[in-house]
């Protein structure tokens, strides 16, 4: 236990698994004031004497984003591992201890400002996603009406009082998917119809795409005739109802489905496009209302078929659809030069370490951040 007791200065070296905020080879310096533990996935480095630990953290990010690391890391069944005999045999050139911390102290001003930067582009960001949300709400809703009246609904208060609010079931018919029996290696044989599965959900998880045209997996003829999956024609509204409960999309053809997914066929009187858009506005209700399970979430099939949905005439529906894409394009716009922006704040960080820390910027002569204006 005490080889993994962590006090303040100490780094913390992330030595296996690897995940995308803190990938294998990377290592993050430890500030606490109380000590603390680290898990055996993680090793604690502490600095040598006359090492500044600030400026150890720097060159070790730099080490990772020049893929120095990559050498000492190995893969083992699936799982990334760091070799710690090799990664620390590794040489490396250090400038004497007044230096680092002079390097350390221009480079906590530097980082710091870009890192506020960042933590404001990502509040807008997260701005701008509630907006998209909520815009999409207030578009299913009718918004725009003043004439309103009490709604039914349990995720919206009011609608439009020449709107109708009926059972999802009255204008769509509802069905669900299944898999073929793995054990009969016969009916997984030319497959050719597209299958949804959960796989897919990350097509649309950011609910930029309306429709699915591609799956990774396809099922056959044969496996279709001897499961419960249905055949269903483009257009078929499909809502993930397990694992990655509450996202939906609508068919680009002809598909079928796993269990994971119910389906809707829409009638006459509902565009498959709106009811997409109606299911994205209930999200978070769908969620937090009729989803069940701790770790995985499930709604299930019987709380679906009580489904309701607010429902103008067709006419209304494709001006609604209108405007959530017209308001959509304008916030995703603006969502994407923050995203881009971003990504040119942590180059231009990690540029910026680079240079101070292999001493192509001397930090001794750069004119500290606190003497510009911000």
Not at 117 to 122: S, T
Not at 132 to 151: E, K, Q
Not at 200 to 208: L, M
Not at 343 to 360: D, K, P, S
Request: charged share 25%; net charge neutral; proline share 4%.
């Amino acid at each position: 236990m005490r080889k993994n007791l962590l006090r303040e200065g100490d780094l913390i070296l992330e030595k296996s698994g690897g995940g995308e905020k803190q990938p294998v080879g990377m290592a993050v310096l430890f500030t606490g004031a109380e000590p603390a533990v680290c898990s055996n996935f993680c090793a604690r480095v502490t600095p040598a004497e006359r090492t500044d630990s600030r400026f150890l953290s720097y060159a070790l990010a730099t080490a990772y984003a020049q893929g120095l690391t990559q050498s000492a890391i190995k893969q083992t069944t699936g799982i990334q591992n760091l070799d710690s005999g090799a990664f620390f045999s590794s040489s490396w050139a250090y400038p004497g201890f007044d230096e680092q911390r002079r390097i350390a102290d221009f480079l906590d001003v530097e980082t710091g400002r870009i890192d506020r930067l960042v933590e404001a582009q990502q509040r807008l960001s997260a701005t701008l996603i509630e907006r998209r949300t909520a815009g999409v709400i207030a578009a299913v809703t009718g918004d725009h009406h003043p004439d309103r009246r009490t709604s039914a609904l349990a995720w919206a208060d009011n609608l439009p009082a020449h709107w109708s609010e009926v059972r999802l079931g009255l204008v769509a018919r509802m069905g669900s998917g299944h898999t073929p029996s793995r054990s009969r290696p016969e009916w997984w044989v030319d497959c050719t119809i597209p299958w949804i599965t959960t796989g897919e959900v990350s097509q649309v998880r950011d609910d930029r795409r309306e429709e699915i045209t591609e799956t990774r997996e396809r099922i056959s003829k044969l496996g279709l005739e001897n499961s419960s999956a249905e055949l269903c024609p483009a257009g078929t509204v499909v809502l993930c109802r397990t694992a990655s409960a509450g996202y939906s999309a609508v068919m680009g053809e002809e598909m079928a489905t796993s269990q994971d997914f119910a389906t809707w066929i829409c009638g006459p009187l509902l565009d498959p496009y709106y009811l997409l858009w109606c299911l994205r506005a209930m999200r978070q209700d769908l969620l937090g209302r009729l989803a069940m399970g701790s770790t995985h979430k499930t709604i299930y099939v019987p709380d679906l078929q009580m489904l309701r949905i607010p429902l103008p005439d067709l006419a209304e529906q494709r001006r609604v659809l209108k405007k959530i894409h017209d308001q959509n394009q304008r916030i995703d716009r603006l969502a994407d030069a923050v995203k881009r922006q971003i990504a040119l704040l942590g180059e231009r960080r990690q540029a910026l370490v680079t240079a101070a820390v292999t001493g192509q910027l001397d930090a001794t002569t750069a004119r500290p951040a606190h003497d510009r204006d911000l």
